[in-house]
């Protein structure tokens, strides 16, 4: 009997997976119980069980306490009646005293009784024991199983508890189905009526640290150091390292042979984009380290407002934005600086236009005078209109002057028209017109000669309408040679007989007195002489 009670009681420890003393402490307290209830007090005697663990034997107390004046005789004991029982121990008011009692076998009610009162016994110490285990535990990395739920989704961790997964501890690209495993950090462990709650997470930035120390033997050992970590769950995440010891690659040891250390930490984070950067004391250096993989120009710190300006290529000012502002949303959390993000062509326009400003500035500057009084205000009026009104005057003189010269010259031209233009000659028969042109003819060589200087391009100054002057002799026109002239043509500089172009005869009158008389009307005119007087 003795051994198949210990026999169960160990088993009933391994299946509980509890320590064995605190299996006999539960068992004794439902053996209480029972007792307890068979007594004839109804279960109102206090009853304390002691259960040897090797041996099996049950011993059974009635426990009262120590009083001066007793009223209820069930539970408590008079001082004298204490101390005749205490064997010459000294005893006092309020002391317990133990009192043997007959062990009996159970009947079924109480039997019942102390089943349940084990079972109930034996959860309450793996609800303690559980909370014992996973309170110390938080921000521990478990490998949990799916179980059910849909939103808050329950998990087993290894099989020694079972956790709560909330929706927004979850993350948003990643879906869950019963039985995948998954890796989850402990963020927080309350106990509840019901037993310890477990609260774990899959979008802690913490998941990330454990994660790179459990992949990373540099990390766990200490030589590198995580100084930061910025994370989207389900998209993407910034890792700032720091390499302790002189000559180690903080970013390829986290990085590992051909990726295969970050391949591992992605795919256990469901294809989560993780950006490893080196992180420096200069926090210009690592706001542009942060930036990655844009390749800033420059970075401009404000220590006072905790600002960085950083320029970056126009080409590239998009990737060092992110899409929908991600890469400088992480950035900035990553550095805990805000970071304004400008582009080179945008910092020239504004440099550009602060130049403008101030040249303006100084220009106004330069220009500007104090403001007269009224008084002088009118005395420059008054000045401004007098120079205008003389201006004015001065401009009507000038052009009465021209007018003037105008007008004068024109005058003179009409003077000398009127002098040039032959007078009108009698009227004359055509017998007279003839014996005129007759002696003309018959006049030889004592016809007048023109002498007149010319220059080079004289021929070409003549009108278009005057025909050359004739060669040889003669006034009139008979042989188409007089008209076209001797082969050689007319010298240039020289004497030529008088032609066109209105020059005057300079010799004594024509023979036979009076005014020359004109040439036949069906004559051609010799020398082409428009407008001019002929011999």
């Known amino acids: 009997m003795k051994s198949e009670f210990l026999i169960a009681v160990t088993q009933l420890a391994a299946e509980r997976n509890l320590p064995q003393d605190m299996v006999v402490s539960a068992v004794e307290a439902a053996l209480a119980s029972a007792y307890r209830r068979d007594t004839p007090s109804g279960g109102q005697t206090n009853v304390r069980v002691r259960l040897d663990p090797g041996t099996g034997e049950v011993e059974v107390y009635e426990i009262k306490t120590v009083v001066e004046e007793v009223t209820d005789d069930l539970v408590e004991i008079a001082l004298a009646d204490a101390k005749r029982h205490a064997n010459g121990v000294p005893l006092g008011v309020g002391a317990t005293v133990e009192f043997p009692m007959p062990a009996h ?9 102390a089943k349940q009162v084990v079972f109930q016994r034996l959860r309450e110490a ?7 285990e996973f309170a110390e535990k938080s921000g521990e990395v478990y490998t949990a199983t799916v179980q059910r739920g849909f939103g808050a989704l329950t998990v087993d961790l290894n099989g020694r508890a079972t956790a709560v997964l909330p929706s927004e501890e979850q993350s948003p690209t990643e879906r869950y189905r019963p039985g995948m495993k998954m890796k989850v950090i ?27 120390e459990m992949e990373v033997p540099e ?7 995580i100084r930061g970590i910025a994370r989207e769950p389900g998209s993407r995440s910034k890792v700032a390292v720091h390499a302790r010891q002189d000559g180690v690659d903080p970013v390829g040891a986290c990085v590992g042979l051909r990726g295969i250390r970050i391949q ?19 926090m210009a250096v690592f706001a542009s380290h942060a930036l990655s993989p844009a390749q800033p ?7 006072a407002e905790q600002a960085a300006i950083v320029i970056v290529p ?3 000012l998009s990737l060092a934005i992110g899409r929908e502002g991600q890469n400088a949303r992480l950035a900035a959390r990553l550095t805990n600086w805000k970071i304004d993000i400008k582009s080179s062509t945008e910092i020239e326009i504004e440099r550009m236009k602060v130049q403008i400003e101030g040249a303006v500035a100084e220009r106004e500057s330069a220009e500007a005078v104090e403001v007269p009084e009224p008084a002088a205000a009118e005395e420059t009026a008054e000045e401004a209109a007098a120079r205008a009104a003389a201006a004015a005057a001065e401009e009507a003189a000038i052009m009465a002057e021209l007018e003037a010269e105008q007008a004068a010259a024109a005058a003179e ?3 000398e028209q009127e002098a040039e233009a032959p007078e009108p000659s009698a009227a004359l028969s055509a017998e007279e017109l003839l014996a005129l042109e007759s002696l003309n003819d018959l006049a030889g060589e004592g016809e007048e000669i023109v002498v007149e200087e010319t220059v080079e391009g004289d021929l070409f100054e003549q009108d278009a309408w005057q025909a050359p002057t004739p060669v040889g002799g003669g006034g009139a026109i008979r042989f188409a040679e007089d008209i076209l002239g001797s082969p050689q043509g007319p010298r240039r500089g020289g004497a030529r007989r008088r032609g066109g172009g209105g020059a005057r005869r300079l010799g004594p009158p024509n023979r036979g007195g009076g005014r020359p008389a004109p040439r036949p009307g069906n004559a051609p005119r010799g020398g082409g002489g428009g407008g001019g007087n002929s011999a």
């Open 105 to 113: 076998a159970a009947g079924r009610i109480a039997a019942q009784t």
């Open 126 to 132: 793996e609800r303690e024991l559980v909370y014992a």
């Open 186 to 212: 402990i963020t927080e462990v309350n106990r509840t009526q019901k037993g310890p709650e477990i609260i774990v997470s899959r979008t802690h930035p913490d998941l990330l640290r454990r994660l790179f």
């Open 219 to 225: 990390i766990y050992n200490g030589i590198v150091e």
């Open 264 to 282: 591992n930490i992605v795919n256990e984070l469901q294809g989560e984009k993780i950006d490893v950067i080196q992180w420096s004391r200069d």
């Open 297 to 303: 120009l420059r970075v401009d710190l404000r220590e």
């Open 314 to 316: 126009d080409r590239q």
């Open 413 to 415: 031209a009409d003077d």
